[in-house]
């Protein structure tokens, strides 16, 4: 059973009646599991089991609007509840509920993803924080929320705003002329092969990274990545060339055949960029029509790398 839906069904048997002995927080708590672990992506498998893995949910409410009193009750409440369920223990941690599950604050969680208790940000904010914080932002699954607070913070964070977005299109397509097709085979002509692979980094995460812009997706923790990307309805595809050259060498016939895939790759990512009609061939054109697009003067004028 994924962790997912171990947590709903611990919810369900277990935490609705818990939380019905206390009727005055009734219309004030959201509860379900969401952020850090493979679980909350629905990526966990055997292996995940090794930490962090038990039946748990998160209670959220807002510390400062409950008297201690009755935070405490709530908190020993969770922290009575059953240690083992559907033959897996809940591990014992500290604080009560743990790092992950429990009574969590509702500014506080979202403060550690976002660095913002509300999910209210400015420009600046949506261009520097960690994608993968704001993909733990939204994950998982909401199982109750009679307030509607934690939905809409979610909702909030759903996705980078459209001159956002552009702007880091802008720039991981640069990245990528720069990393791949300008880059790999000048390094290769200077005999520094472990160069030309760091080239290949930068250029495999760049279109990993434009990739997840063009489905409008939140790209993940680098250990979840491939796993998303092999997901996505649109190029999730290149995950096989994108393994490649990671994978292969950087001498001879090996090198030229990933010159090759990387102007393939190139080729498919732009026919999905409409900014790039005509410019098929060349990721560099594209990521300034592309900045050109955005409506915000500021945000347009910054550096083109500026989202990356």
């Given at each position: 059973m994924k962790g997912l839906e171990l947590a709903r069904r611990y919810y369900e048997e277990w935490g609705v009646p818990m939380l019905a002995r206390f009727p005055e927080l009734s219309d004030r708590i959201a509860a379900g599991l969401c952020g850090?672990?493979?679980?909350?992506?629905?990526?966990?498998?055997?292996?995940?089991?090794?930490h962090d893995f038990e039946p748990g949910f998160q209670i959220f409410l807002d510390e400062e609007a409950v008297d201690r009193r009755t935070l405490f009750l709530l908190e020993r409440a969770y922290d009575g509840l059953p240690k083992e369920f559907e033959g897996v223990k809940r591990e014992r941690m500290v604080p009560v509920g743990g790092r992950r599950h429990g009574v969590l604050d509702i500014g506080a969680f979202f403060r550690s993803r976002c660095g913002s208790p509300d999910g209210r940000?400015?420009?600046?904010?949506w261009l520097t924080l960690p994608e993968q914080s704001l993909a733990e932002a939204v994950?998982?699954?909401?199982?109750?929320?009679?307030?509607?607070?934690?939905?809409?913070?979610?909702?909030?964070?759903?996705?980078?705003?459209?001159?956002?977005?552009?702007?880091?299109?802008?720039?991981?397509?640069?990245?990528?002329?720069?990393?791949?097709?300008?880059?790999?085979?000048?390094?290769?002509?200077?005999?520094?092969?472990?160069?030309?692979?760091?080239?290949?980094?930068?250029?495999?995460?760049?279109?990993?990274g434009t990739v997840f812009l063009l489905n409008r997706r939140y790209r993940p923790f680098y250990k979840w990545t491939f796993r998303a990307l092999r997901e996505l309805e649109t190029l999730g595809e290149l995950a096989d060339s994108f393994e490649y050259l990671l994978t292969s060498e950087n001498t001879g016939d090996a090198a030229r055949v990933k010159e090759a895939v990387m102007e393939d790759v190139c080729a498919l990512i732009l026919d999905r960029v409409p900014e790039a009609e005509g410019k098929r061939n060349d990721p560099e054109s594209a990521a300034y029509a592309v900045n050109d697009r955005i409506a915000d003067g500021e945000l347009r004028a910054m550096h083109v790398l500026a989202g990356v």
């Open positions: 850090s672990g493979s679980e909350c992506f629905g990526y966990d498998d055997p292996v995940s089991r090794d940000l400015t420009v600046r904010e994950n998982g699954e909401i199982f109750s929320d009679p307030c509607g607070t934690v939905t809409e913070i979610r909702r909030r964070l759903a996705y980078f705003p459209e001159d956002v977005r552009l702007k880091k299109l802008a720039g991981n397509l640069l990245l990528m002329h720069q990393a791949g097709l300008y880059n790999y085979s000048r390094i290769l002509a200077h005999g520094e092969t472990a160069s030309a692979q760091l080239a290949v980094g930068e250029f495999v995460s760049a279109a990993m």
